[in-house]
């Protein structure tokens, strides 16, 4: 198997080795891993291109690439220049530092890269690593990604959902926010929905008397109800929430039909 893997982390983020070792699980020994990943952090970049202007793109070694772009923009680069020969078969996208479930995911530069690689036909995988103060602070916060991401891989290509022809299925996995051994299983599960936090902005005048504002996010601990990836993951559980970058509101069409 031929995989490609990026992240929104940057090429020297500690998630994606944990990654390419997932990858190599994968691919086998007669495999293959290719690296495009940004050559700076790109979070919270969601699925921007570089539409109006280039990047440079250079090799850092053997199958490995970083791209002066987005996460989506690796893969586009991924796919159409470093293995524009022999696409790969899957690609992975992450691990990120920080959770992407609920609303996160709309941010996300992650799930951008494998939004990115569902549109150009291929099936994806994302993967975030939840933080919390159980796992914060030991040795390796993104054990629960390093023991189980393998797994929820294989049992994701071995369900083998039905991908569509249009706007086809990608996946977006969390870890929850616990060591390895704490990990109680997989769920299925919808996105959710962390009511009362949201993202916002903190100022601060700069020493020349400047005003600038930090974006900052909401707190990562709300609950977001039975079913819903937020939850299972603070509960202990992986979450996998198949998505689609089809953004209609199937459930409001045929009340607004009124309108026509």
């Known amino acids: 198997m031929r995989i490609l893997i990026t992240n929104d982390d940057g090429i020297n983020a500690p998630g994606l080795e ?12 007669e495999g293959e891993v290719w690296t495009v ?15 109006t202007h280039p990047m440079m793109i250079a090799q850092m070694g053997q199958r490995s690439f970083a791209a002066e772009g987005s996460p989506a923009d690796c893969v586009m680069a991924g796919l159409h220049e470093v293995m524009k020969d022999a696409r790969p078969d899957l690609v992975l996208s992450g691990v990120n530092r920080g959770n992407n479930s609920a609303e996160n995911a709309l941010y996300s530069g992650t799930l951008g890269g494998a939004m990115e690689a569902a549109l150009q036909g291929l099936p994806a995988i994302a993967m975030s690593q939840y933080y919390g103060p159980k796992n914060l602070h030991i ?45 109680k299983g997989t769920r299925i599960t919808a996105q959710g929905y962390r009511r009362g936090t949201h993202f916002g902005v903190e100022p601060h005048n700069s020493p020349s008397g400047r ?37 209609t509101a199937h459930d409001a069409l045929a009340a607004m039909k009124a309108i026509e």
């Open 139 to 183: 040795d390796n916060p993104f054990e629960a990604a390093a023991v189980h991401g393998a797994d929820v891989v294989r049992k994701i290509l071995a369900a083998n959902p039905d991908g569509g022809d249009d706007y086809r299925l990608f996946f977006n996995v969390n870890f929850p926010p616990v060591p390895a051994g704490d990990v």
């Open 211 to 247: 005003r600038f504002l930090w974006i900052k996010g909401g707190n990562q601990q709300v609950r977001t109800g039975p079913g819903t990836d937020a939850q299972a993951n603070l509960d202990g559980y992986i979450s996998v929430t198949p998505m689609r970058a089809d953004l």
């Open 37 to 51: 990943a940004p050559a700076f952090e790109q979070s919270g970049v969601a699925h921007c291109i570089s539409y």
């Open 18 to 29: 944990v990654l390419a070792a997932i990858a190599a699980d994968i691919a086998g020994p």
